[in-house]
């Protein structure tokens, strides 16, 4: 079992930074990716970056050039910098773990409000 916890949220006006982190703990050595997904009401959670243990990362084309995806092995932590941002950045934000050979995630944080007022 893995236990995922977020912090980070908060709110911040349009153009400014915010950072998330997700720290994992329990059975780490099953997972291969980890990531944040995010979820606005009335929509489906969508991917928002992910990481593999590799260092391989992938962006949804909305973020690409704002956000960051890192993670530091050694804390057990992925982390999500999050520049530029926009009040359709405006949801609650999920971080995820993926076991090894499993294509979706199968371990959730509770989740973190973000806030981007106009």
């Known amino acids: 079992q893995v236990q995922l916890v977020e912090s980070g949220g908060g709110v911040v006006q349009a153009g400014g930074s915010l950072r998330l982190s997700c720290v994992a703990s329990g059975t780490i050595s099953i997972i291969s990716a980890m990531g944040w997904y995010r979820q606005a009401p009335g929509h489906q959670r969508e991917l928002v970056a992910v990481i593999t243990r590799g260092g391989t990362t992938d962006y949804a084309d909305s973020v690409k050039g704002r956000f960051t995806i890192s993670r530091n092995n050694a804390k057990d932590t992925v982390y999500l910098q999050m520049n530029s941002l926009k009040p359709e950045d405006t949801t609650v934000y999920y971080c995820?773990?993926?076991?090894?050979?499993?294509?979706?995630?199968?371990?959730w944080g509770q989740g973190t409000q973000v806030t981007v007022s106009s």
């Open positions: 995820a773990a993926t076991e090894h050979y499993s294509d979706y995630p199968g371990y």
